[in-house]
């Protein structure tokens, strides 16, 4: 009994022990959640805060005492709802950006991942090596290339400097680069061609590196403003958000932070949205689930 007593107490305290662990972890997560989203809530607590409230007090209020959506309204009905016609040029910008991302970079990652030429591994070495370039030292003879090709004040222009990246290359070659040689084997044995092979072998079982890319991709052009701000005019047509933004802060809005927020929330909400939509594809895929080691 004495041993049986022993052992249950022991088992007892190392359950204890790991419940603790999971506990003291789950704390420690929570508390770092919260201060990564303070910022978004603060932002939200200021959009829909009414005239008379003041922004800045401290301690923040985050609950305003008299909540309103008018601020939202606003920022869509102002400038004969400019606000949706820039809404409009991001989600056009950053879905051609993405698709183009996705064609061109796994393109090109598939023969450096499964071919064999001469030369193949200096071509990588010199695509990833581009990557610790600075936008800022390229963009000068990009904004030349651009203006010379007739491309500024263009949808094209905004979205053509950014159609494949070094990094892209490089995410979708070491995915294609996991893909088991069986399946490309069965294919060929079946009289699959090389774009047949990348369409319906390598795409399909990489799908977590292309969705991976395609968030990466869709935030950045999102979200990019140094670019627009140099192709583009003030007042075009094919403003997007960051750009319009800016201009609210500097234009009619200076000043009134609870319109300023509301305009950010509503240029947020689409990327939390399409991450929300997508986040479920980025899991591992069963691409040896069919071939027997």
Same mark, same amino acid.
């Given at each position: 009994?004495?041993?049986?007593? *022993?052992?249950?107490?022991?088992?007892?305290?190392?359950?204890?022990?790991?419940?603790?662990?999971?506990?003291?972890?789950? /704390?420690?997560?929570?508390?770092?959640?919260?201060?990564?989203?303070?910022?978004?809530? =603060?932002?939200?607590?200021?959009?829909?805060?009414?005239?008379?409230?003041?922004?800045?007090?401290?301690? %923040?209020? #985050?609950?305003?005492?008299?909540?309103? !959506?008018?601020?939202? /309204?606003?920022?869509?009905?102002?400038?004969?709802?400019? $606000?949706? @016609?820039?809404? #409009?040029?991001?989600?056009?910008?950053?879905?051609?950006?993405?698709?183009?991302? +996705?064609?061109?970079?796994?393109?090109?990652?598939?023969? +450096?991942?499964?071919?064999?030429?001469?030369?193949?591994?200096?071509? $990588?070495?010199l695509i990833v090596s581009t990557i610790v370039i600075p936008f800022q030292i390229v963009m000068i003879p990009l904004y030349i290339l651009t203006v010379q090709m007739g491309l500024r004040n263009?949808?094209?222009? +905004?979205?053509? %400097?950014?159609?494949?990246?070094?990094?892209?290359?490089?995410?979708? @070659?070491?995915?294609?680069?996991?893909?088991?040689?069986?399946?490309?084997?069965?294919?060929?044995? &079946?009289?699959?061609?090389?774009?047949?092979?990348? !369409?319906?072998?390598?795409?399909?079982?990489?799908?977590?590196?292309?969705?991976?890319?395609?968030?990466? /991709?869709?935030?950045?052009?999102?979200?990019?403003?140094? =670019?627009?701000?140099?192709?583009?005019?003030?007042?075009?047509?094919?403003?997007?958000?960051?750009?319009?933004?800016?201009?609210?802060? &500097?234009? %009619?809005?200076?000043?009134? !932070?609870?319109?300023?927020?509301?305009?950010?929330?509503?240029?947020?909400?689409?990327?939390?949205?399409?991450?929300? +939509?997508?986040?479920?594809?980025?899991?591992?895929?069963?691409? *040896?689930?069919?071939?027997?080691?």
């Amino acid at each position: 009994m004495d041993a049986k007593s *022993g052992s249950y107490k022991e088992r007892n305290r190392k359950f204890n022990w790991q419940q603790a662990k999971v506990l003291v972890t789950y /704390v420690l997560l929570g508390a770092i959640a919260l201060v990564m989203l303070f910022p978004l809530v =603060w932002l939200f607590s200021t959009a829909i805060k009414s005239p008379g409230e003041n922004v800045f007090q401290f301690p %923040p209020q #985050l609950l305003p005492a008299k909540p309103t !959506w008018e601020n939202f /309204v606003t920022i869509w009905q102002d400038d004969n709802q400019a $606000f949706s @016609r820039y809404l #409009l040029n991001s989600i056009l910008v950053a879905a051609l950006t993405v698709g183009l991302n +996705l064609l061109f970079c796994s393109l090109a990652a598939y023969p +450096l991942a499964r071919l064999n030429f001469k030369g193949r591994e200096a071509i $990588f070495a010199l695509i990833v090596s581009t990557i610790v370039i600075p936008f800022q030292i390229v963009m000068i003879p990009l904004y030349i290339l651009t203006v010379q090709m007739g491309l500024r004040n263009t949808y094209l222009g +905004l979205i053509l %400097p950014a159609i494949a990246s070094a990094f892209g290359i490089f995410l979708l @070659r070491q995915a294609f680069q996991g893909v088991p040689k069986e399946l490309e084997e069965a294919a060929r044995m &079946d009289g699959c061609s090389e774009l047949g092979l990348w !369409w319906h072998v390598m795409l399909p079982a990489t799908r977590p590196a292309l969705v991976t890319l395609a968030i990466f /991709v869709f935030i950045g052009s999102w979200n990019d403003l140094l =670019w627009p701000l140099i192709v583009l005019d003030p007042g075009s047509p094919y403003e997007t958000l960051p750009f319009a933004i800016v201009r609210l802060t &500097d234009g %009619p809005y200076a000043g009134i !932070w609870r319109l300023i927020a509301a305009s950010s929330i509503m240029s947020i909400a689409p990327v939390l949205l399409a991450f929300l +939509l997508v986040q479920r594809y980025i899991v591992p895929t069963d691409t *040896g689930s069919g071939v027997k080691g």
